[in-house]
Nanobody
C-alpha cells in the first residue's frame, strides 16, 4: 500500500512563504502525476495543485501565481512552494494522486498543518 508523508508546515505571517514536502513510498506515482490538497476546519478537502504526465500543472484559482508544485523523482518527493501566504490558506495540507473526486481516495497521509496568522 502506498504511503504519503507530508512535512514542512508551520506558523507563518501573512505574506510569508513555506515549502511543503511529501515523500511517496512508491516512486512510480510521481511519474504519472501528483497533487496537493488542503482541508480547512469545517470545509471539504479540496484539490489545489496538481501535475500529470498528459496535462501538465494545474492550480486552483485562489493559489495560482502564489503556489508552485514540483517533484524530485530521485527522492520520491513532491513539493509545494507557497509564497505570499494569506490567512485563508490556513489548513491541513495533504499530497496524493490527482483526482476530481476527493471522496474516492481512500489512503491519506497525516497531513501537515499550515497556519497563517499575524
Amino acid at each position: 500500500q502506498v504511503q504519503f508523508v507530508e512535512s514542512g508546515g508551520g506558523l507563518v505571517q501573512p505574506g510569508g512563504s513555506l515549502r511543503l514536502s511529501c515523500v511517496v513510498s512508491r516512486g512510480d506515482y510521481l511519474f504519472f502525476g501528483m497533487a496537493w490538497y488542503r482541508q480547512a476546519p469545517g470545509k471539504r478537502r479540496e484539490l489545489i495543485a496538481s501535475y500529470t504526465k498528459g496535462e501538465g500543472t494545474r492550480y486552483k484559482e485562489s493559489v495560482r501565481g502564489r503556489f508552485t508544485i514540483s517533484s524530485d523523482n530521485a527522492k520520491n518527493t513532491v513539493y509545494l512552494q507557497m509564497n505570499n501566504l494569506k490567512v485563508e490558506d490556513s489548513a491541513v495540507y495533504y499530497c496524493n494522486v490527482p483526482s476530481g473526486n476527493v471522496d474516492s481516495i481512500l489512503v491519506w497521509g497525516q497531513g501537515t498543518q499550515v497556519t497563517v496568522s499575524s
